[in-house]
């Protein structure tokens, strides 16, 4: 069983930058591939970022490519999502979620995820 908790949302203007955290409590967090989605209002959830155990292939959705980072600690079971020179339009709010499988690859489809954090909101302000 894996239960995600995302933190370090907030508002911040256009321009800036945020990191997120999302803190997985399992002892087999090294060996799963995690995720970042993303859902606005009146929009369906996307992906935004995507890592595998080892961390060696992290994958980007194409509106972030340039601007994000998403990195893993498996000492401390915290995957993080650094996002720079934020934009309006990345307002959202962000969710982490967890592969079940172990060793398996990152995927952009939210259905191949098993275990999703109750998200954390971004406000980019223009």
């Known amino acids: 069983q894996v239960q995600p908790v995302e933190s370090g949302g907030g508002l911040v203007q256009a321009g800036g930058s945020l990191r997120l955290s999302c803190a997985a409590s399992?002892?087999?967090?090294?060996?799963?591939?995690m995720g970042w989605f993303r859902q606005a209002p009146g929009k369906e959830r996307e992906f935004v970022a995507g890592?595998?155990?080892?961390?060696?292939?992290?994958s980007y959705a194409d509106s972030v490519k340039g601007r994000f980072t998403i990195s893993r600690d498996n000492v401390k079971n915290t995957v993080y999502l650094q996002m720079n020179s934020l934009k309006p339009e990345d307002t959202a709010v962000y969710y982490c979620?967890?592969?079940?499988?172990?060793?398996?690859?990152?995927?952009?489809?939210?259905?191949?995820?098993?275990?999703w954090g109750q998200g954390t909101q971004v406000t980019v302000s223009s």
């Open positions: 979620a967890a592969k079940g499988p172990l060793y398996s690859g990152t995927s952009a489809d939210p259905r191949d995820y098993d275990y």
């Open positions: 399992a002892r087999t967090f090294s060996s799963i591939a």
């Open positions: 890592i595998g155990w080892s961390g060696r292939t992290p």
